[in-house]
Every structure is written in structure tokens, then in C-alpha cells.
């Protein structure tokens, strides 16, 4: 039951609040989040505790500050997202503005494939619809298994919708389609600050031990693709802002697994320079470091 009203309410989200004037569509989604942010619920908690190791100076006063901010960040990318289908393609292209944007499109010039990797920084999927309408550049992705499979299948179709191609987390034939799509100069995006998979790279991030994705670095070294980190980020304008990092290049010598922490390392650090840069963008309301998981289950939320 729990599972289908969950399907229903993200189905009412997709439908309803896109037909809703974007000024009325703001407001609610400040309204729930803070509605929920006050009720102090595990995610909310969750979220304060990982704003505790991003800003390890922060008074109480001030993480909580930080956590309101981050729940209405949080709630500005579902209302975005759920009206994505319905903007225009000037709307989408006056949406986003990012920096050094040249690595990327002289990567995709070059022919040969590109990994752009991003954290869960403010709206990933409004960057990725600007990538394929703005710079009419098609991507293929990775969508974490969800349930019920529903919603899970709702997630696939907005996103096949806004012009990604989605492949399953799970199944083990993604790594092999996204090398594919890589050796043939196309452009792989995939959100890689958290492991789902308890086989990731041992990461140094904000100080602490954490895991996350190796599979960038992977493909990067398998296929000679390029492998970009990106951050986002909000500001008090309604365009979103963003930055492509400079590369990061495959270590000369060691493992293929080696190579991949190495290069999974420079990925966490371009992610926590955006991170810190802008704490309440990060909507991160699931453990991360090694030091909160329950080694039985590996990443939960």
C-alpha cells in the first residue's frame, strides 16, 4: 500500500504541477519543504548530519539553517522536474548557464566520448534536458532501481521523454551499452557521489572515508573516453548555474583498480569543492560516509 500511494503521488506531482503557473509551483514546493523540514523527520536529520562534515564550524543554529535551505533546494528540483516536460526549449536553454563548458563540447568535437560525472548538486535532470535540447547533444544514463517497479518505469519514461536514453543500475549489462555508446563519441552522463553497490572506490571526502562510484573512472580507462567532473548550483536568480572541471587524466601506471581510486579520488574532490562552495545545494538525505553505514547492508537510507 505504502509503495502504491508513493507511485500515486509522484504520478499527481507529474501531472498537477505542471499545469501550475511557475511563481504557484515555487511557492508550494517552499511550503512542503518547510513542512518537512519542521517535522524533523530521518531524512531532514540525515541531512543535517552530512551538513555537519561539510561545514564542520557550523553552530547548531547555523546547520539547521543550512538544512531549511537545503529542503527547499531539494523541493525546487522536483518542482522543476516535474514541469520540465512542459518548458519550452527557450525556457530550457535560458534555464542553465554553465562555466568552462568547453571541455565538454571539445571533448564530444574530439570523437572521443565523454563521462560527465556530477553529485546530486541542485538539478541534475534540468541539466541533462539542457544538454539534449540546448546543445542537441543525446546522452545515455543509469537510473537506480526503484520501488514499486511503477515508479521506477515513471522515471524512465520522463526522462526518455526530456531526450536521455536510461539504462537499469542493476542487470550488469550497462557497463557494456555505455562503453559502446562511448566508443562511438557519445556522451554518458551519470550522478556518481554515492556507491549503490558496496563495490566502489574508498574516497577521502571532507575528511572522512567514503565510497563511492568507480564505474567513471572504469569507463574512462576502458574505453579512452574523456571523464569530466561537474558541479551545480543555485543562486538567487532563477537561471541555474554550473561548471565542467578540467579532466581528469588515467594515472600512468598501476591496476586498472587503482587507477580507478586514483582517478574516483580527483572526482570527489571536484565534487567537494562544489559541495562546500554551495552546502545547501546537495541534496544528499542518505548515509554517504563508511563511518555511518551498516556494514551488513552497505548503503540505506
Not at 36 to 42: D, E, F, V, Y
Not at 90 to 111: F, I, M, P, Q, W
Not at 178 to 192: I, K, N, Q, T
Not at 247 to 257: F, L, S
Request: glycine share 8%; with cysteine; aromatic share 8%.
Amino acid at each position: 500500500m505504502g509503495e502504491r500511494l508513493t507511485d500515486a503521488l509522484y504520478g499527481l506531482g507529474w501531472t498537477a504541477v505542471k499545469k501550475l503557473p511557475e511563481p504557484v509551483a515555487a511557492g508550494l514546493g517552499r511550503r512542503i519543504a518547510d513542512t518537512a523540514w519542521k517535522r524533523r523527520g530521518k531524512g531532514v536529520l540525515r541531512l543535517e548530519a552530512n551538513l555537519a562534515r561539510v561545514v564542520p564550524d557550523a553552530s547548531p543554529a547555523r546547520l539547521a539553517e543550512l538544512s531549511r535551505a537545503g529542503m527547499r533546494s531539494y523541493m525546487r528540483y522536483w518542482m522543476e522536474s516535474f514541469r520540465l516536460p512542459a518548458w519550452s526549449e527557450s525556457r530550457v536553454a535560458e534555464a542553465v548557464d554553465v562555466k568552462d563548458l568547453h571541455y565538454l563540447t571539445e571533448g564530444l568535437a574530439a570523437g572521443r566520448g565523454v563521462v560527465l560525472a556530477l553529485p546530486h548538486l541542485a538539478n541534475w535532470d534540468l541539466a541533462g534536458v539542457w544538454v539534449t535540447r540546448a546543445l542537441g547533444v543525446p546522452f545515455t544514463t543509469v537510473a537506480e532501481r526503484l520501488k514499486p517497479e511503477t515508479l521506477y518505469d515513471r522515471f524512465v519514461a520522463y526522462r526518455e521523454s526530456l531526450g536521455m536514453e536510461v539504462l537499469p543500475h542493476t542487470g550488469g549489462a550497462a557497463f557494456g551499452i555505455l562503453a559502446r555508446r562511448l566508443r562511438a563519441g557519445g556522451l554518458v552522463c551519470l550522478v556518481a557521489d554515492r556507491d549503490l553497490s558496496s563495490s566502489g572506490a574508498e574516497v577521502t571526502f571532507f575528511g572522512e572515508r567514503a565510497r563511492m562510484p568507480a564505474g567513471p573512472a572504469m569507463l574512462a580507462q576502458h574505453t579512452g573516453a574523456l571523464l569530466l567532473p561537474a558541479t551545480l548550483w543555485y543562486d538567487d536568480t532563477p537561471v541555474m548555474k554550473g561548471r565542467v572541471h578540467p579532466p581528469v587524466d588515467v594515472p600512468p601506471t598501476g591496476t586498472r583498480a587503482e587507477k580507478a581510486a586514483v582517478m574516483t579520488q580527483v572526482l570527489a574532490d571536484a565534487f567537494a569543492s562544489g559541495i562546500a562552495d554551495h552546502p545547501e545545494d546537495w541534496h544528499m538525505l542518505q548515509r554517504l560516509w563508511l563511518a555511518d553505514l551498516d556494514p551488513a547492508k552497505g548503503p540505506e537510507a
